[in-house]
């Protein structure tokens, strides 16, 4: 599965893929740095309505947003692990409470954490196509 977005377009991107992708928690996303990883989660979250304001991820290992599902309040994790050197140091910063929860979690750069990811987690691919143009691609198993 794969869509290709332009930056105007990422709302629809991220509908498409919140309704395509529904069985999954974990998100993980890979991509050089500048794909589109953050503007992309972002996108993901606005769809979500998200109420809380973002916190710049590049500073803090994981970002808690809050929105409102019907009557439900919940949670999505965002985890930046680009600063990240080890695995260890991942599960000190509670990384795996996060993972292992019943929250939705989307992960930039999990080449970080490759023995922590659950078995059930959904791998995307962000590929530069052009100055304003991405691919994502879905892992399929
Ligand atoms: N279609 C697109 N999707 C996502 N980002 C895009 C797109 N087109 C251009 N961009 C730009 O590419 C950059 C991506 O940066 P960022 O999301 O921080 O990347 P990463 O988190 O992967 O390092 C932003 O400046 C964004 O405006
Ligand atoms: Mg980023």
Redesign the pocket.
């Known amino acids: 599965m794969e869509w290709l ?3 105007d377009n ?1 709302e629809k991107t991220a509908a498409l893929f919140w309704e395509a992708l529904k069985k999954y928690r974990v998100f993980v ?1 890979h ?12 996108a993901l979250c606005a769809h979500k309505k998200i109420k809380d304001a973002f916190s710049s991820p590049t500073f803090s290992l994981i970002n808690e947003y809050r929105y409102v599902d019907g009557e439900e309040e919940k949670i999505i994790y965002h985890m ?1 692990l680009y600063r990240v050197k080890t695995e260890e140091e991942a599960v000190q910063a509670g990384i795996e409470d996060c993972l292992f929860s019943k929250h939705i979690c989307l992960v ?1 750069w999990p080449e970080k954490i490759p023995h922590l990811l659950p078995d059930e987690t959904c791998h995307a691919f ?1 590929e ?1 196509t052009g ?4 691919r994502i691609r879905i892992a399929d198993k």
């Open positions: 977005t332009t930056i990422l996303f991509g050089e740095m500048g794909a589109g990883k953050t503007t992309f989660i972002h930046d930039e962000i530069i100055p304003e143009t991405r």
